[in-house]
């Protein structure tokens, strides 16, 4: 079975801390993806990561940045922690086979900044 | 921006009646996929439809798509109470740098035994 593990189920910090969100998977995927949730939002993409080294911005990467060091590991960072980045953070992986590749999901990170 | 559209965002059946969540979209795509999510976990894939598929079945989820209506609908038959979730709908478009997913805000269902 596909794994993708983050490294925290909840975390609360304060406004202004640097924050680390970690992401790994365990079935060599290419394509890695951060993803916010929001009542009434769905999911909107933050960044996404096709290789190593390797990243394209989402629809609201505005306040983020990415670190795609190794293969299975994909970071999300939050340089400066604002009140409203409080959210359900979630991290996918799939593979680039054709057309047809579903996403996998970890458990997802809940991100209070006070 | 998103593209997948759920609709009705919440809906309350009993147990053993079926369920319908209908999702609409703007442009082409590859495919369109169902996932669902429990209450604060991640998401779980159920189904992938592709573009040149009208109809798909897996267990008790029938999957039909609308291409020239740029729509989709999920159909949960003899729903129990564990179907309680959150279904989202996703569209998978050709991207420059590989696909990538575009999804909705997710319609809310709630099974009472």
């Known amino acids: 079975d596909v794994k993708v593990t983050q490294s925290s189920r909840y975390l609360v910090k304060r406004t202004g801390e640097k924050v680390f969100l970690e992401c790994v998977q365990d079935m060599d995927h290419e394509n890695m993806f951060w993803y916010r949730q929001d009542p009434g939002l769905g999911l909107r993409l933050i960044y996404f990561?096709?290789?190593?080294?390797?990243?394209e911005k989402g629809d609201i990467p505005e306040g983020y940045s990415v670190s795609r060091e190794k293969k299975e590991r994909f970071s999300l960072i939050l340089e400066s922690a604002s009140t409203n980045q409080t959210s359900m953070y979630l991290c996918?992986?799939?593979?680039?086979?054709?057309?047809?590749?579903?996403?996998?999901f970890g458990p997802g990170t809940r991100l209070t900044v006070l | 921006s998103q593209q997948g559209e759920e609709d009705p965002q919440a809906l309350s059946i009993q147990e053993g009646e079926n369920a319908t969540m209908n999702c609409s979209y703007k442009t082409s795509i590859n495919n369109l996929q169902w996932y669902r999510q429990n209450s604060g976990r991640g998401l779980v894939h159920l189904i992938l439809?592709?573009?040149?598929?009208r109809e798909k079945h897996s267990g008790r989820l029938r999957v039909t798509l609308d291409t020239s209506k740029k729509s989709s609908s999920l159909l949960i038959t003899a729903s129990r109470a564990a179907d309680t979730a959150s279904y989202f709908c996703?569209?998978?478009?050709?991207?420059?740098?590989?696909?990538?997913?575009?999804f909705g805000a997710g319609t809310i269902l709630r099974v009472k035994s």
């Open positions: 990561s096709y290789d190593v080294k390797m990243k």
């Open positions: 996918a992986s799939r593979w680039t086979s054709g057309r047809m590749a579903t996403q996998y």
């Open positions: 439809i592709r573009s040149n598929e």
């Open positions: 996703a569209t998978d478009a050709t991207q420059e740098y590989g696909n990538k997913l575009v």
